[in-house]
């Protein structure tokens, strides 16, 4: 299968994951609240935003299929491929072991985004829909944002 097709595989995953964590992140975060470094949003908030991060990987898939390789679209997508694999070890993987059990979206980090992601990843730039300086500075710039907007969302919580 071409990457043009397979990466129809992320929004899929992300939207897996995503659900994963809409059911099971609002109890575990009000259980665990004490030992959180942040006052947990509640459940209405984080589903909300796991909807948005859900369309927005259906959204620039879209756009990355319609306008091919090396758009600006195709390394927005890998980006976010990248963000969805930091994701597995940055806090899932973590989270399980400081708690000693299931955090919410590690079994779809693990099962599903860490083999698929690292495909995707590899399959962008062996196909060339990504290269060169611009794969690494979209590889490291996306995670980078998606995670200052996390911080910011959590400040703006308190």
């Not at 589903?47 to 927005?76: D, K, M």
């Not at 990248?82 to 590690?106: D, E, Q």
């Not at 995707?120 to 996306?142: I, P």
């Amino acid at each position: 299968m071409t990457f043009g097709k397979l990466q129809w595989t992320f929004p899929i995953a992300v939207t897996l994951h995503n659900a994963e964590e809409a059911i099971w992140m609002p109890r575990w975060d009000l259980r665990h609240a004490a030992q959180l470094p942040a006052h947990p949003p509640g459940a209405l908030e984080i589903r909300v935003v796991l909807v948005v991060i859900t369309l927005v990987a259906f959204g620039v898939t879209y756009l990355s299929v319609q306008r091919g390789p090396e758009s600006i679209w195709a390394y927005l997508t890998f980006g976010y491929f990248v963000t969805m694999l930091a994701n597995v070890f940055v806090p899932h993987v973590p989270a399980a072991i400081l708690f000693g059990g299931y955090a919410p979206g590690i079994v779809t980090a693990v099962l599903i985004n860490f083999p698929l992601m690292t495909i995707l990843a590899v399959g962008a730039v062996r196909e060339r829909w990504v290269s060169g300086w611009k794969a690494v500075a979209f590889g490291a710039v996306v995670p980078m944002i998606a995670l200052g907007a996390i911080v910011v969302c959590l400040v703006a919580h308190h």
